[in-house]
C-alpha cells in the first residue's frame, strides 16, 4: 500500500501567517490632535495631562486605585519593594514568563518556586505554596498565567494565616473577572503589563492596583526615584513613569476593550469546541467564577494518544502557516539563571511546560481563523496516522 501524502506538506491552510499575536492600535487620526498639543508643550513625561487622565479611567474600569508604569516589569519590582520585600523568600510558580522571579531577584529576595495545580488551570497550587511555607518566607507572588485568575480567595487565607504579604503577577489579565468583578484589587496589590503582545496593549506599559493607599504611595514614590515632596528621596526609587503616547493609545483602548475581550472569548470557546473532539488534547479551561481575556489559549499534547509530541506539532502547524508558542517553556527553575539554586520537585510544571503550546487568540479574531487553527491541528495528527500506516 502506498502511504498517503503528509498533510503538512500540502498549501498552508491559512493564506496570511496566523502569527502568536497581532496587536491593534487605534489609528493615529483618533489621538494626534492631543499628541501634537503635548509635543508643542513640551509635556510628553512626568505625569502629564494624559498620565493623569488614564490612571483615574483606570481606576474608575477596574475599581481600585491605580497607577500606571512605563512597563509591567518595572510596576513589579515597585510593587514588591513597595510591599517592603528586600530580602527573605517569596513563594511563586515556576510556570511563567522569567520576568517574574528576575523581579523578585531584584529587589533583593529569593523565588522559592512551588507546582501548579494542573495542566488547564495552571494556578498555583495552595497545598505545595503552604508546604513550602518557612520562617524566611515574606510573601506569596501568584501569576496568572494566559489570563486566568489565580485562586485569589484560598492564597489571600494563606497569607493571613502566616502573616505574608500577597501580591499577584496579573501582567496577561488586564480584563479577566472574577465573579463578575473585573480583577485587580484581589490581593495587597496587583500589576498588569500593556505590552504590544497583551490583550490591551499601549506599546510599552503597566499599572499597579491597590486598595492600600499606604503601599500605592509608596509605589508612586519608586515610580519617580523614590521621591516623595521635591527632590528628597525616603528610599531608593526607580524610573517607571509612563509617556504621554503610550497614555493617549490606552484611553482609546478603552473605547472598544469590551468588545475586543468579548470576541476573545468566542475564539476560545469555537476552537475549544473544535479541540475538543481530537485525542490527546488538554485544552485550558476557565475555573469556576472566572471569565478569562484569554491571552493564549493553552493546550497540553499527550504525544502517544494525539501521534506526535509538542515539538513536532509545533513545527507541522508552521508549514500551515499557524505559529504557536511555548509558554512557558522551559519552567524558570530550569533556566540557567535558578538551576543553582536549591532542588526542587514540581513534577506538574514539568509535564506541562514540557507538553504546553499557546495557541494565537486576538482582539479581531474570525471564525474562519479559530477553524482553520483547528483543522491545521486536526490534519497534523492525521498526516502522523498515515505515516504510521503499512
Known amino acids: 500500500m502506498t502511504a498517503a501524502v503528509p498533510l503538512e506538506s500540502l498549501t498552508p491552510l491559512a493564506r496570511s501567517p496566523l502569527h502568536i499575536v497581532r496587536p491593534r492600535f487605534p489609528r493615529t487620526e483618533q489621538f ?3 499628541f501634537e498639543t503635548a509635543l508643542e508643550t513640551g509635556q510628553v513625561t512626568n505625569n502629564s495631562r494624559w498620565v493623569v487622565e488614564f490612571e483615574t479611567r483606570l481606576s474608575e474600569y477596574l475599581g481600585v486605585p491605580t497607577l500606571v508604569f512605563c512597563n509591567g516589569q518595572i510596576g513589579m519590582m515597585a510593587m514588591l519593594r513597595a510591599a ?3 530580602g527573605g523568600e517569596v513563594i511563586v510558580p515556576s510556570f511563567t514568563f522569567s ?3 528576575h523581579a523578585i ?3 533583593g529576595a529569593e523565588p522559592v518556586f512551588a507546582d501548579i495545580l494542573d495542566d488547564q488551570t495552571m494556578r498555583l497550587d495552595p497545598d ?5 511555607i518557612t520562617d524566611r518566607t515574606v510573601a506569596i507572588l ?3 498565567a494566559y ?3 489565580s485562586d485569589y480567595a484560598t492564597l489571600a487565607r494563606i497569607a493571613e494565616t502566616h502573616k505574608l504579604r500577597f501580591l499577584v503577577d ?7 473577572r472574577f465573579n463578575g468583578q473585573l480583577v485587580g484589587g484581589c490581593a495587597d496589590a496587583q500589576m498588569f503589563s500593556f505590552h504590544a503582545t497583551k490583550a490591551f496593549a499601549t506599546m510599552e506599559g503597566g499599572c499597579v492596583c491597590s486598595h492600600d493607599l499606604e503601599l500605592l504611595a509608596r509605589v508612586k514614590a519608586m515610580r519617580n526615584f523614590g521621591q516623595v515632596d521635591g527632590a528628597d528621596c525616603h528610599e531608593p526609587g526607580l524610573n517607571g513613569k509612563m509617556l504621554e503616547i503610550s497614555a493617549l493609545i490606552g484611553l482609546e483602548q478603552l473605547k472598544t476593550f469590551e468588545q475586543a475581550i468579548a470576541t476573545r472569548r468566542h475564539a476560545v470557546e469555537r476552537m475549544r469546541t473544535g479541540l475538543s473532539k481530537i485525542p490527546g488534547l488538554r485544552v485550558g479551561r476557565e475555573p469556576a467564577g472566572v471569565q478569562t481575556n484569554w491571552l493564549y489559549l493553552p493546550v497540553v499534547v499527550d504525544a502517544r494518544e494525539f501521534g506526535l509530541d509538542r515539538d513536532a506539532l509545533t513545527s507541522a502547524l508552521e508549514t500551515h502557516n499557524v505559529f504557536v508558542r511555548k509558554y512557558y517553556s522551559p519552567p524558570c527553575h530550569h533556566m540557567t539563571a535558578y538551576t543553582t539554586q536549591r532542588e526542587v520537585n514540581l513534577p506538574v510544571t514539568e509535564r506541562v511546560a514540557y507538553n504546553v503550546i499557546a495557541l494565537p487568540v486576538y482582539n479581531d479574531m474570525t471564525d474562519e481563523e479559530c477553524d482553520l487553527i483547528v483543522a491545521a491541528i486536526r490534519y497534523a495528527r492525521q498526516s502522523a496516522q498515515n505515516r504510521t500506516k503499512p
Open 170 to 176: 496579573s501582567a496577561p489579565s488586564f480584563g479577566t
Open 84 to 86: 517592603g520585600i528586600t
Open 99 to 101: 520576568a517574574t522571579p
Open 142 to 144: 501568584a501569576v496568572d
Open 32 to 34: 494626534l490632535a492631543a
Open 128 to 132: 505545595d505554596v503552604e508546604r513550602r
Open 105 to 107: 531577584k531584584w529587589v
Open 147 to 149: 489570563g486566568i485568575a
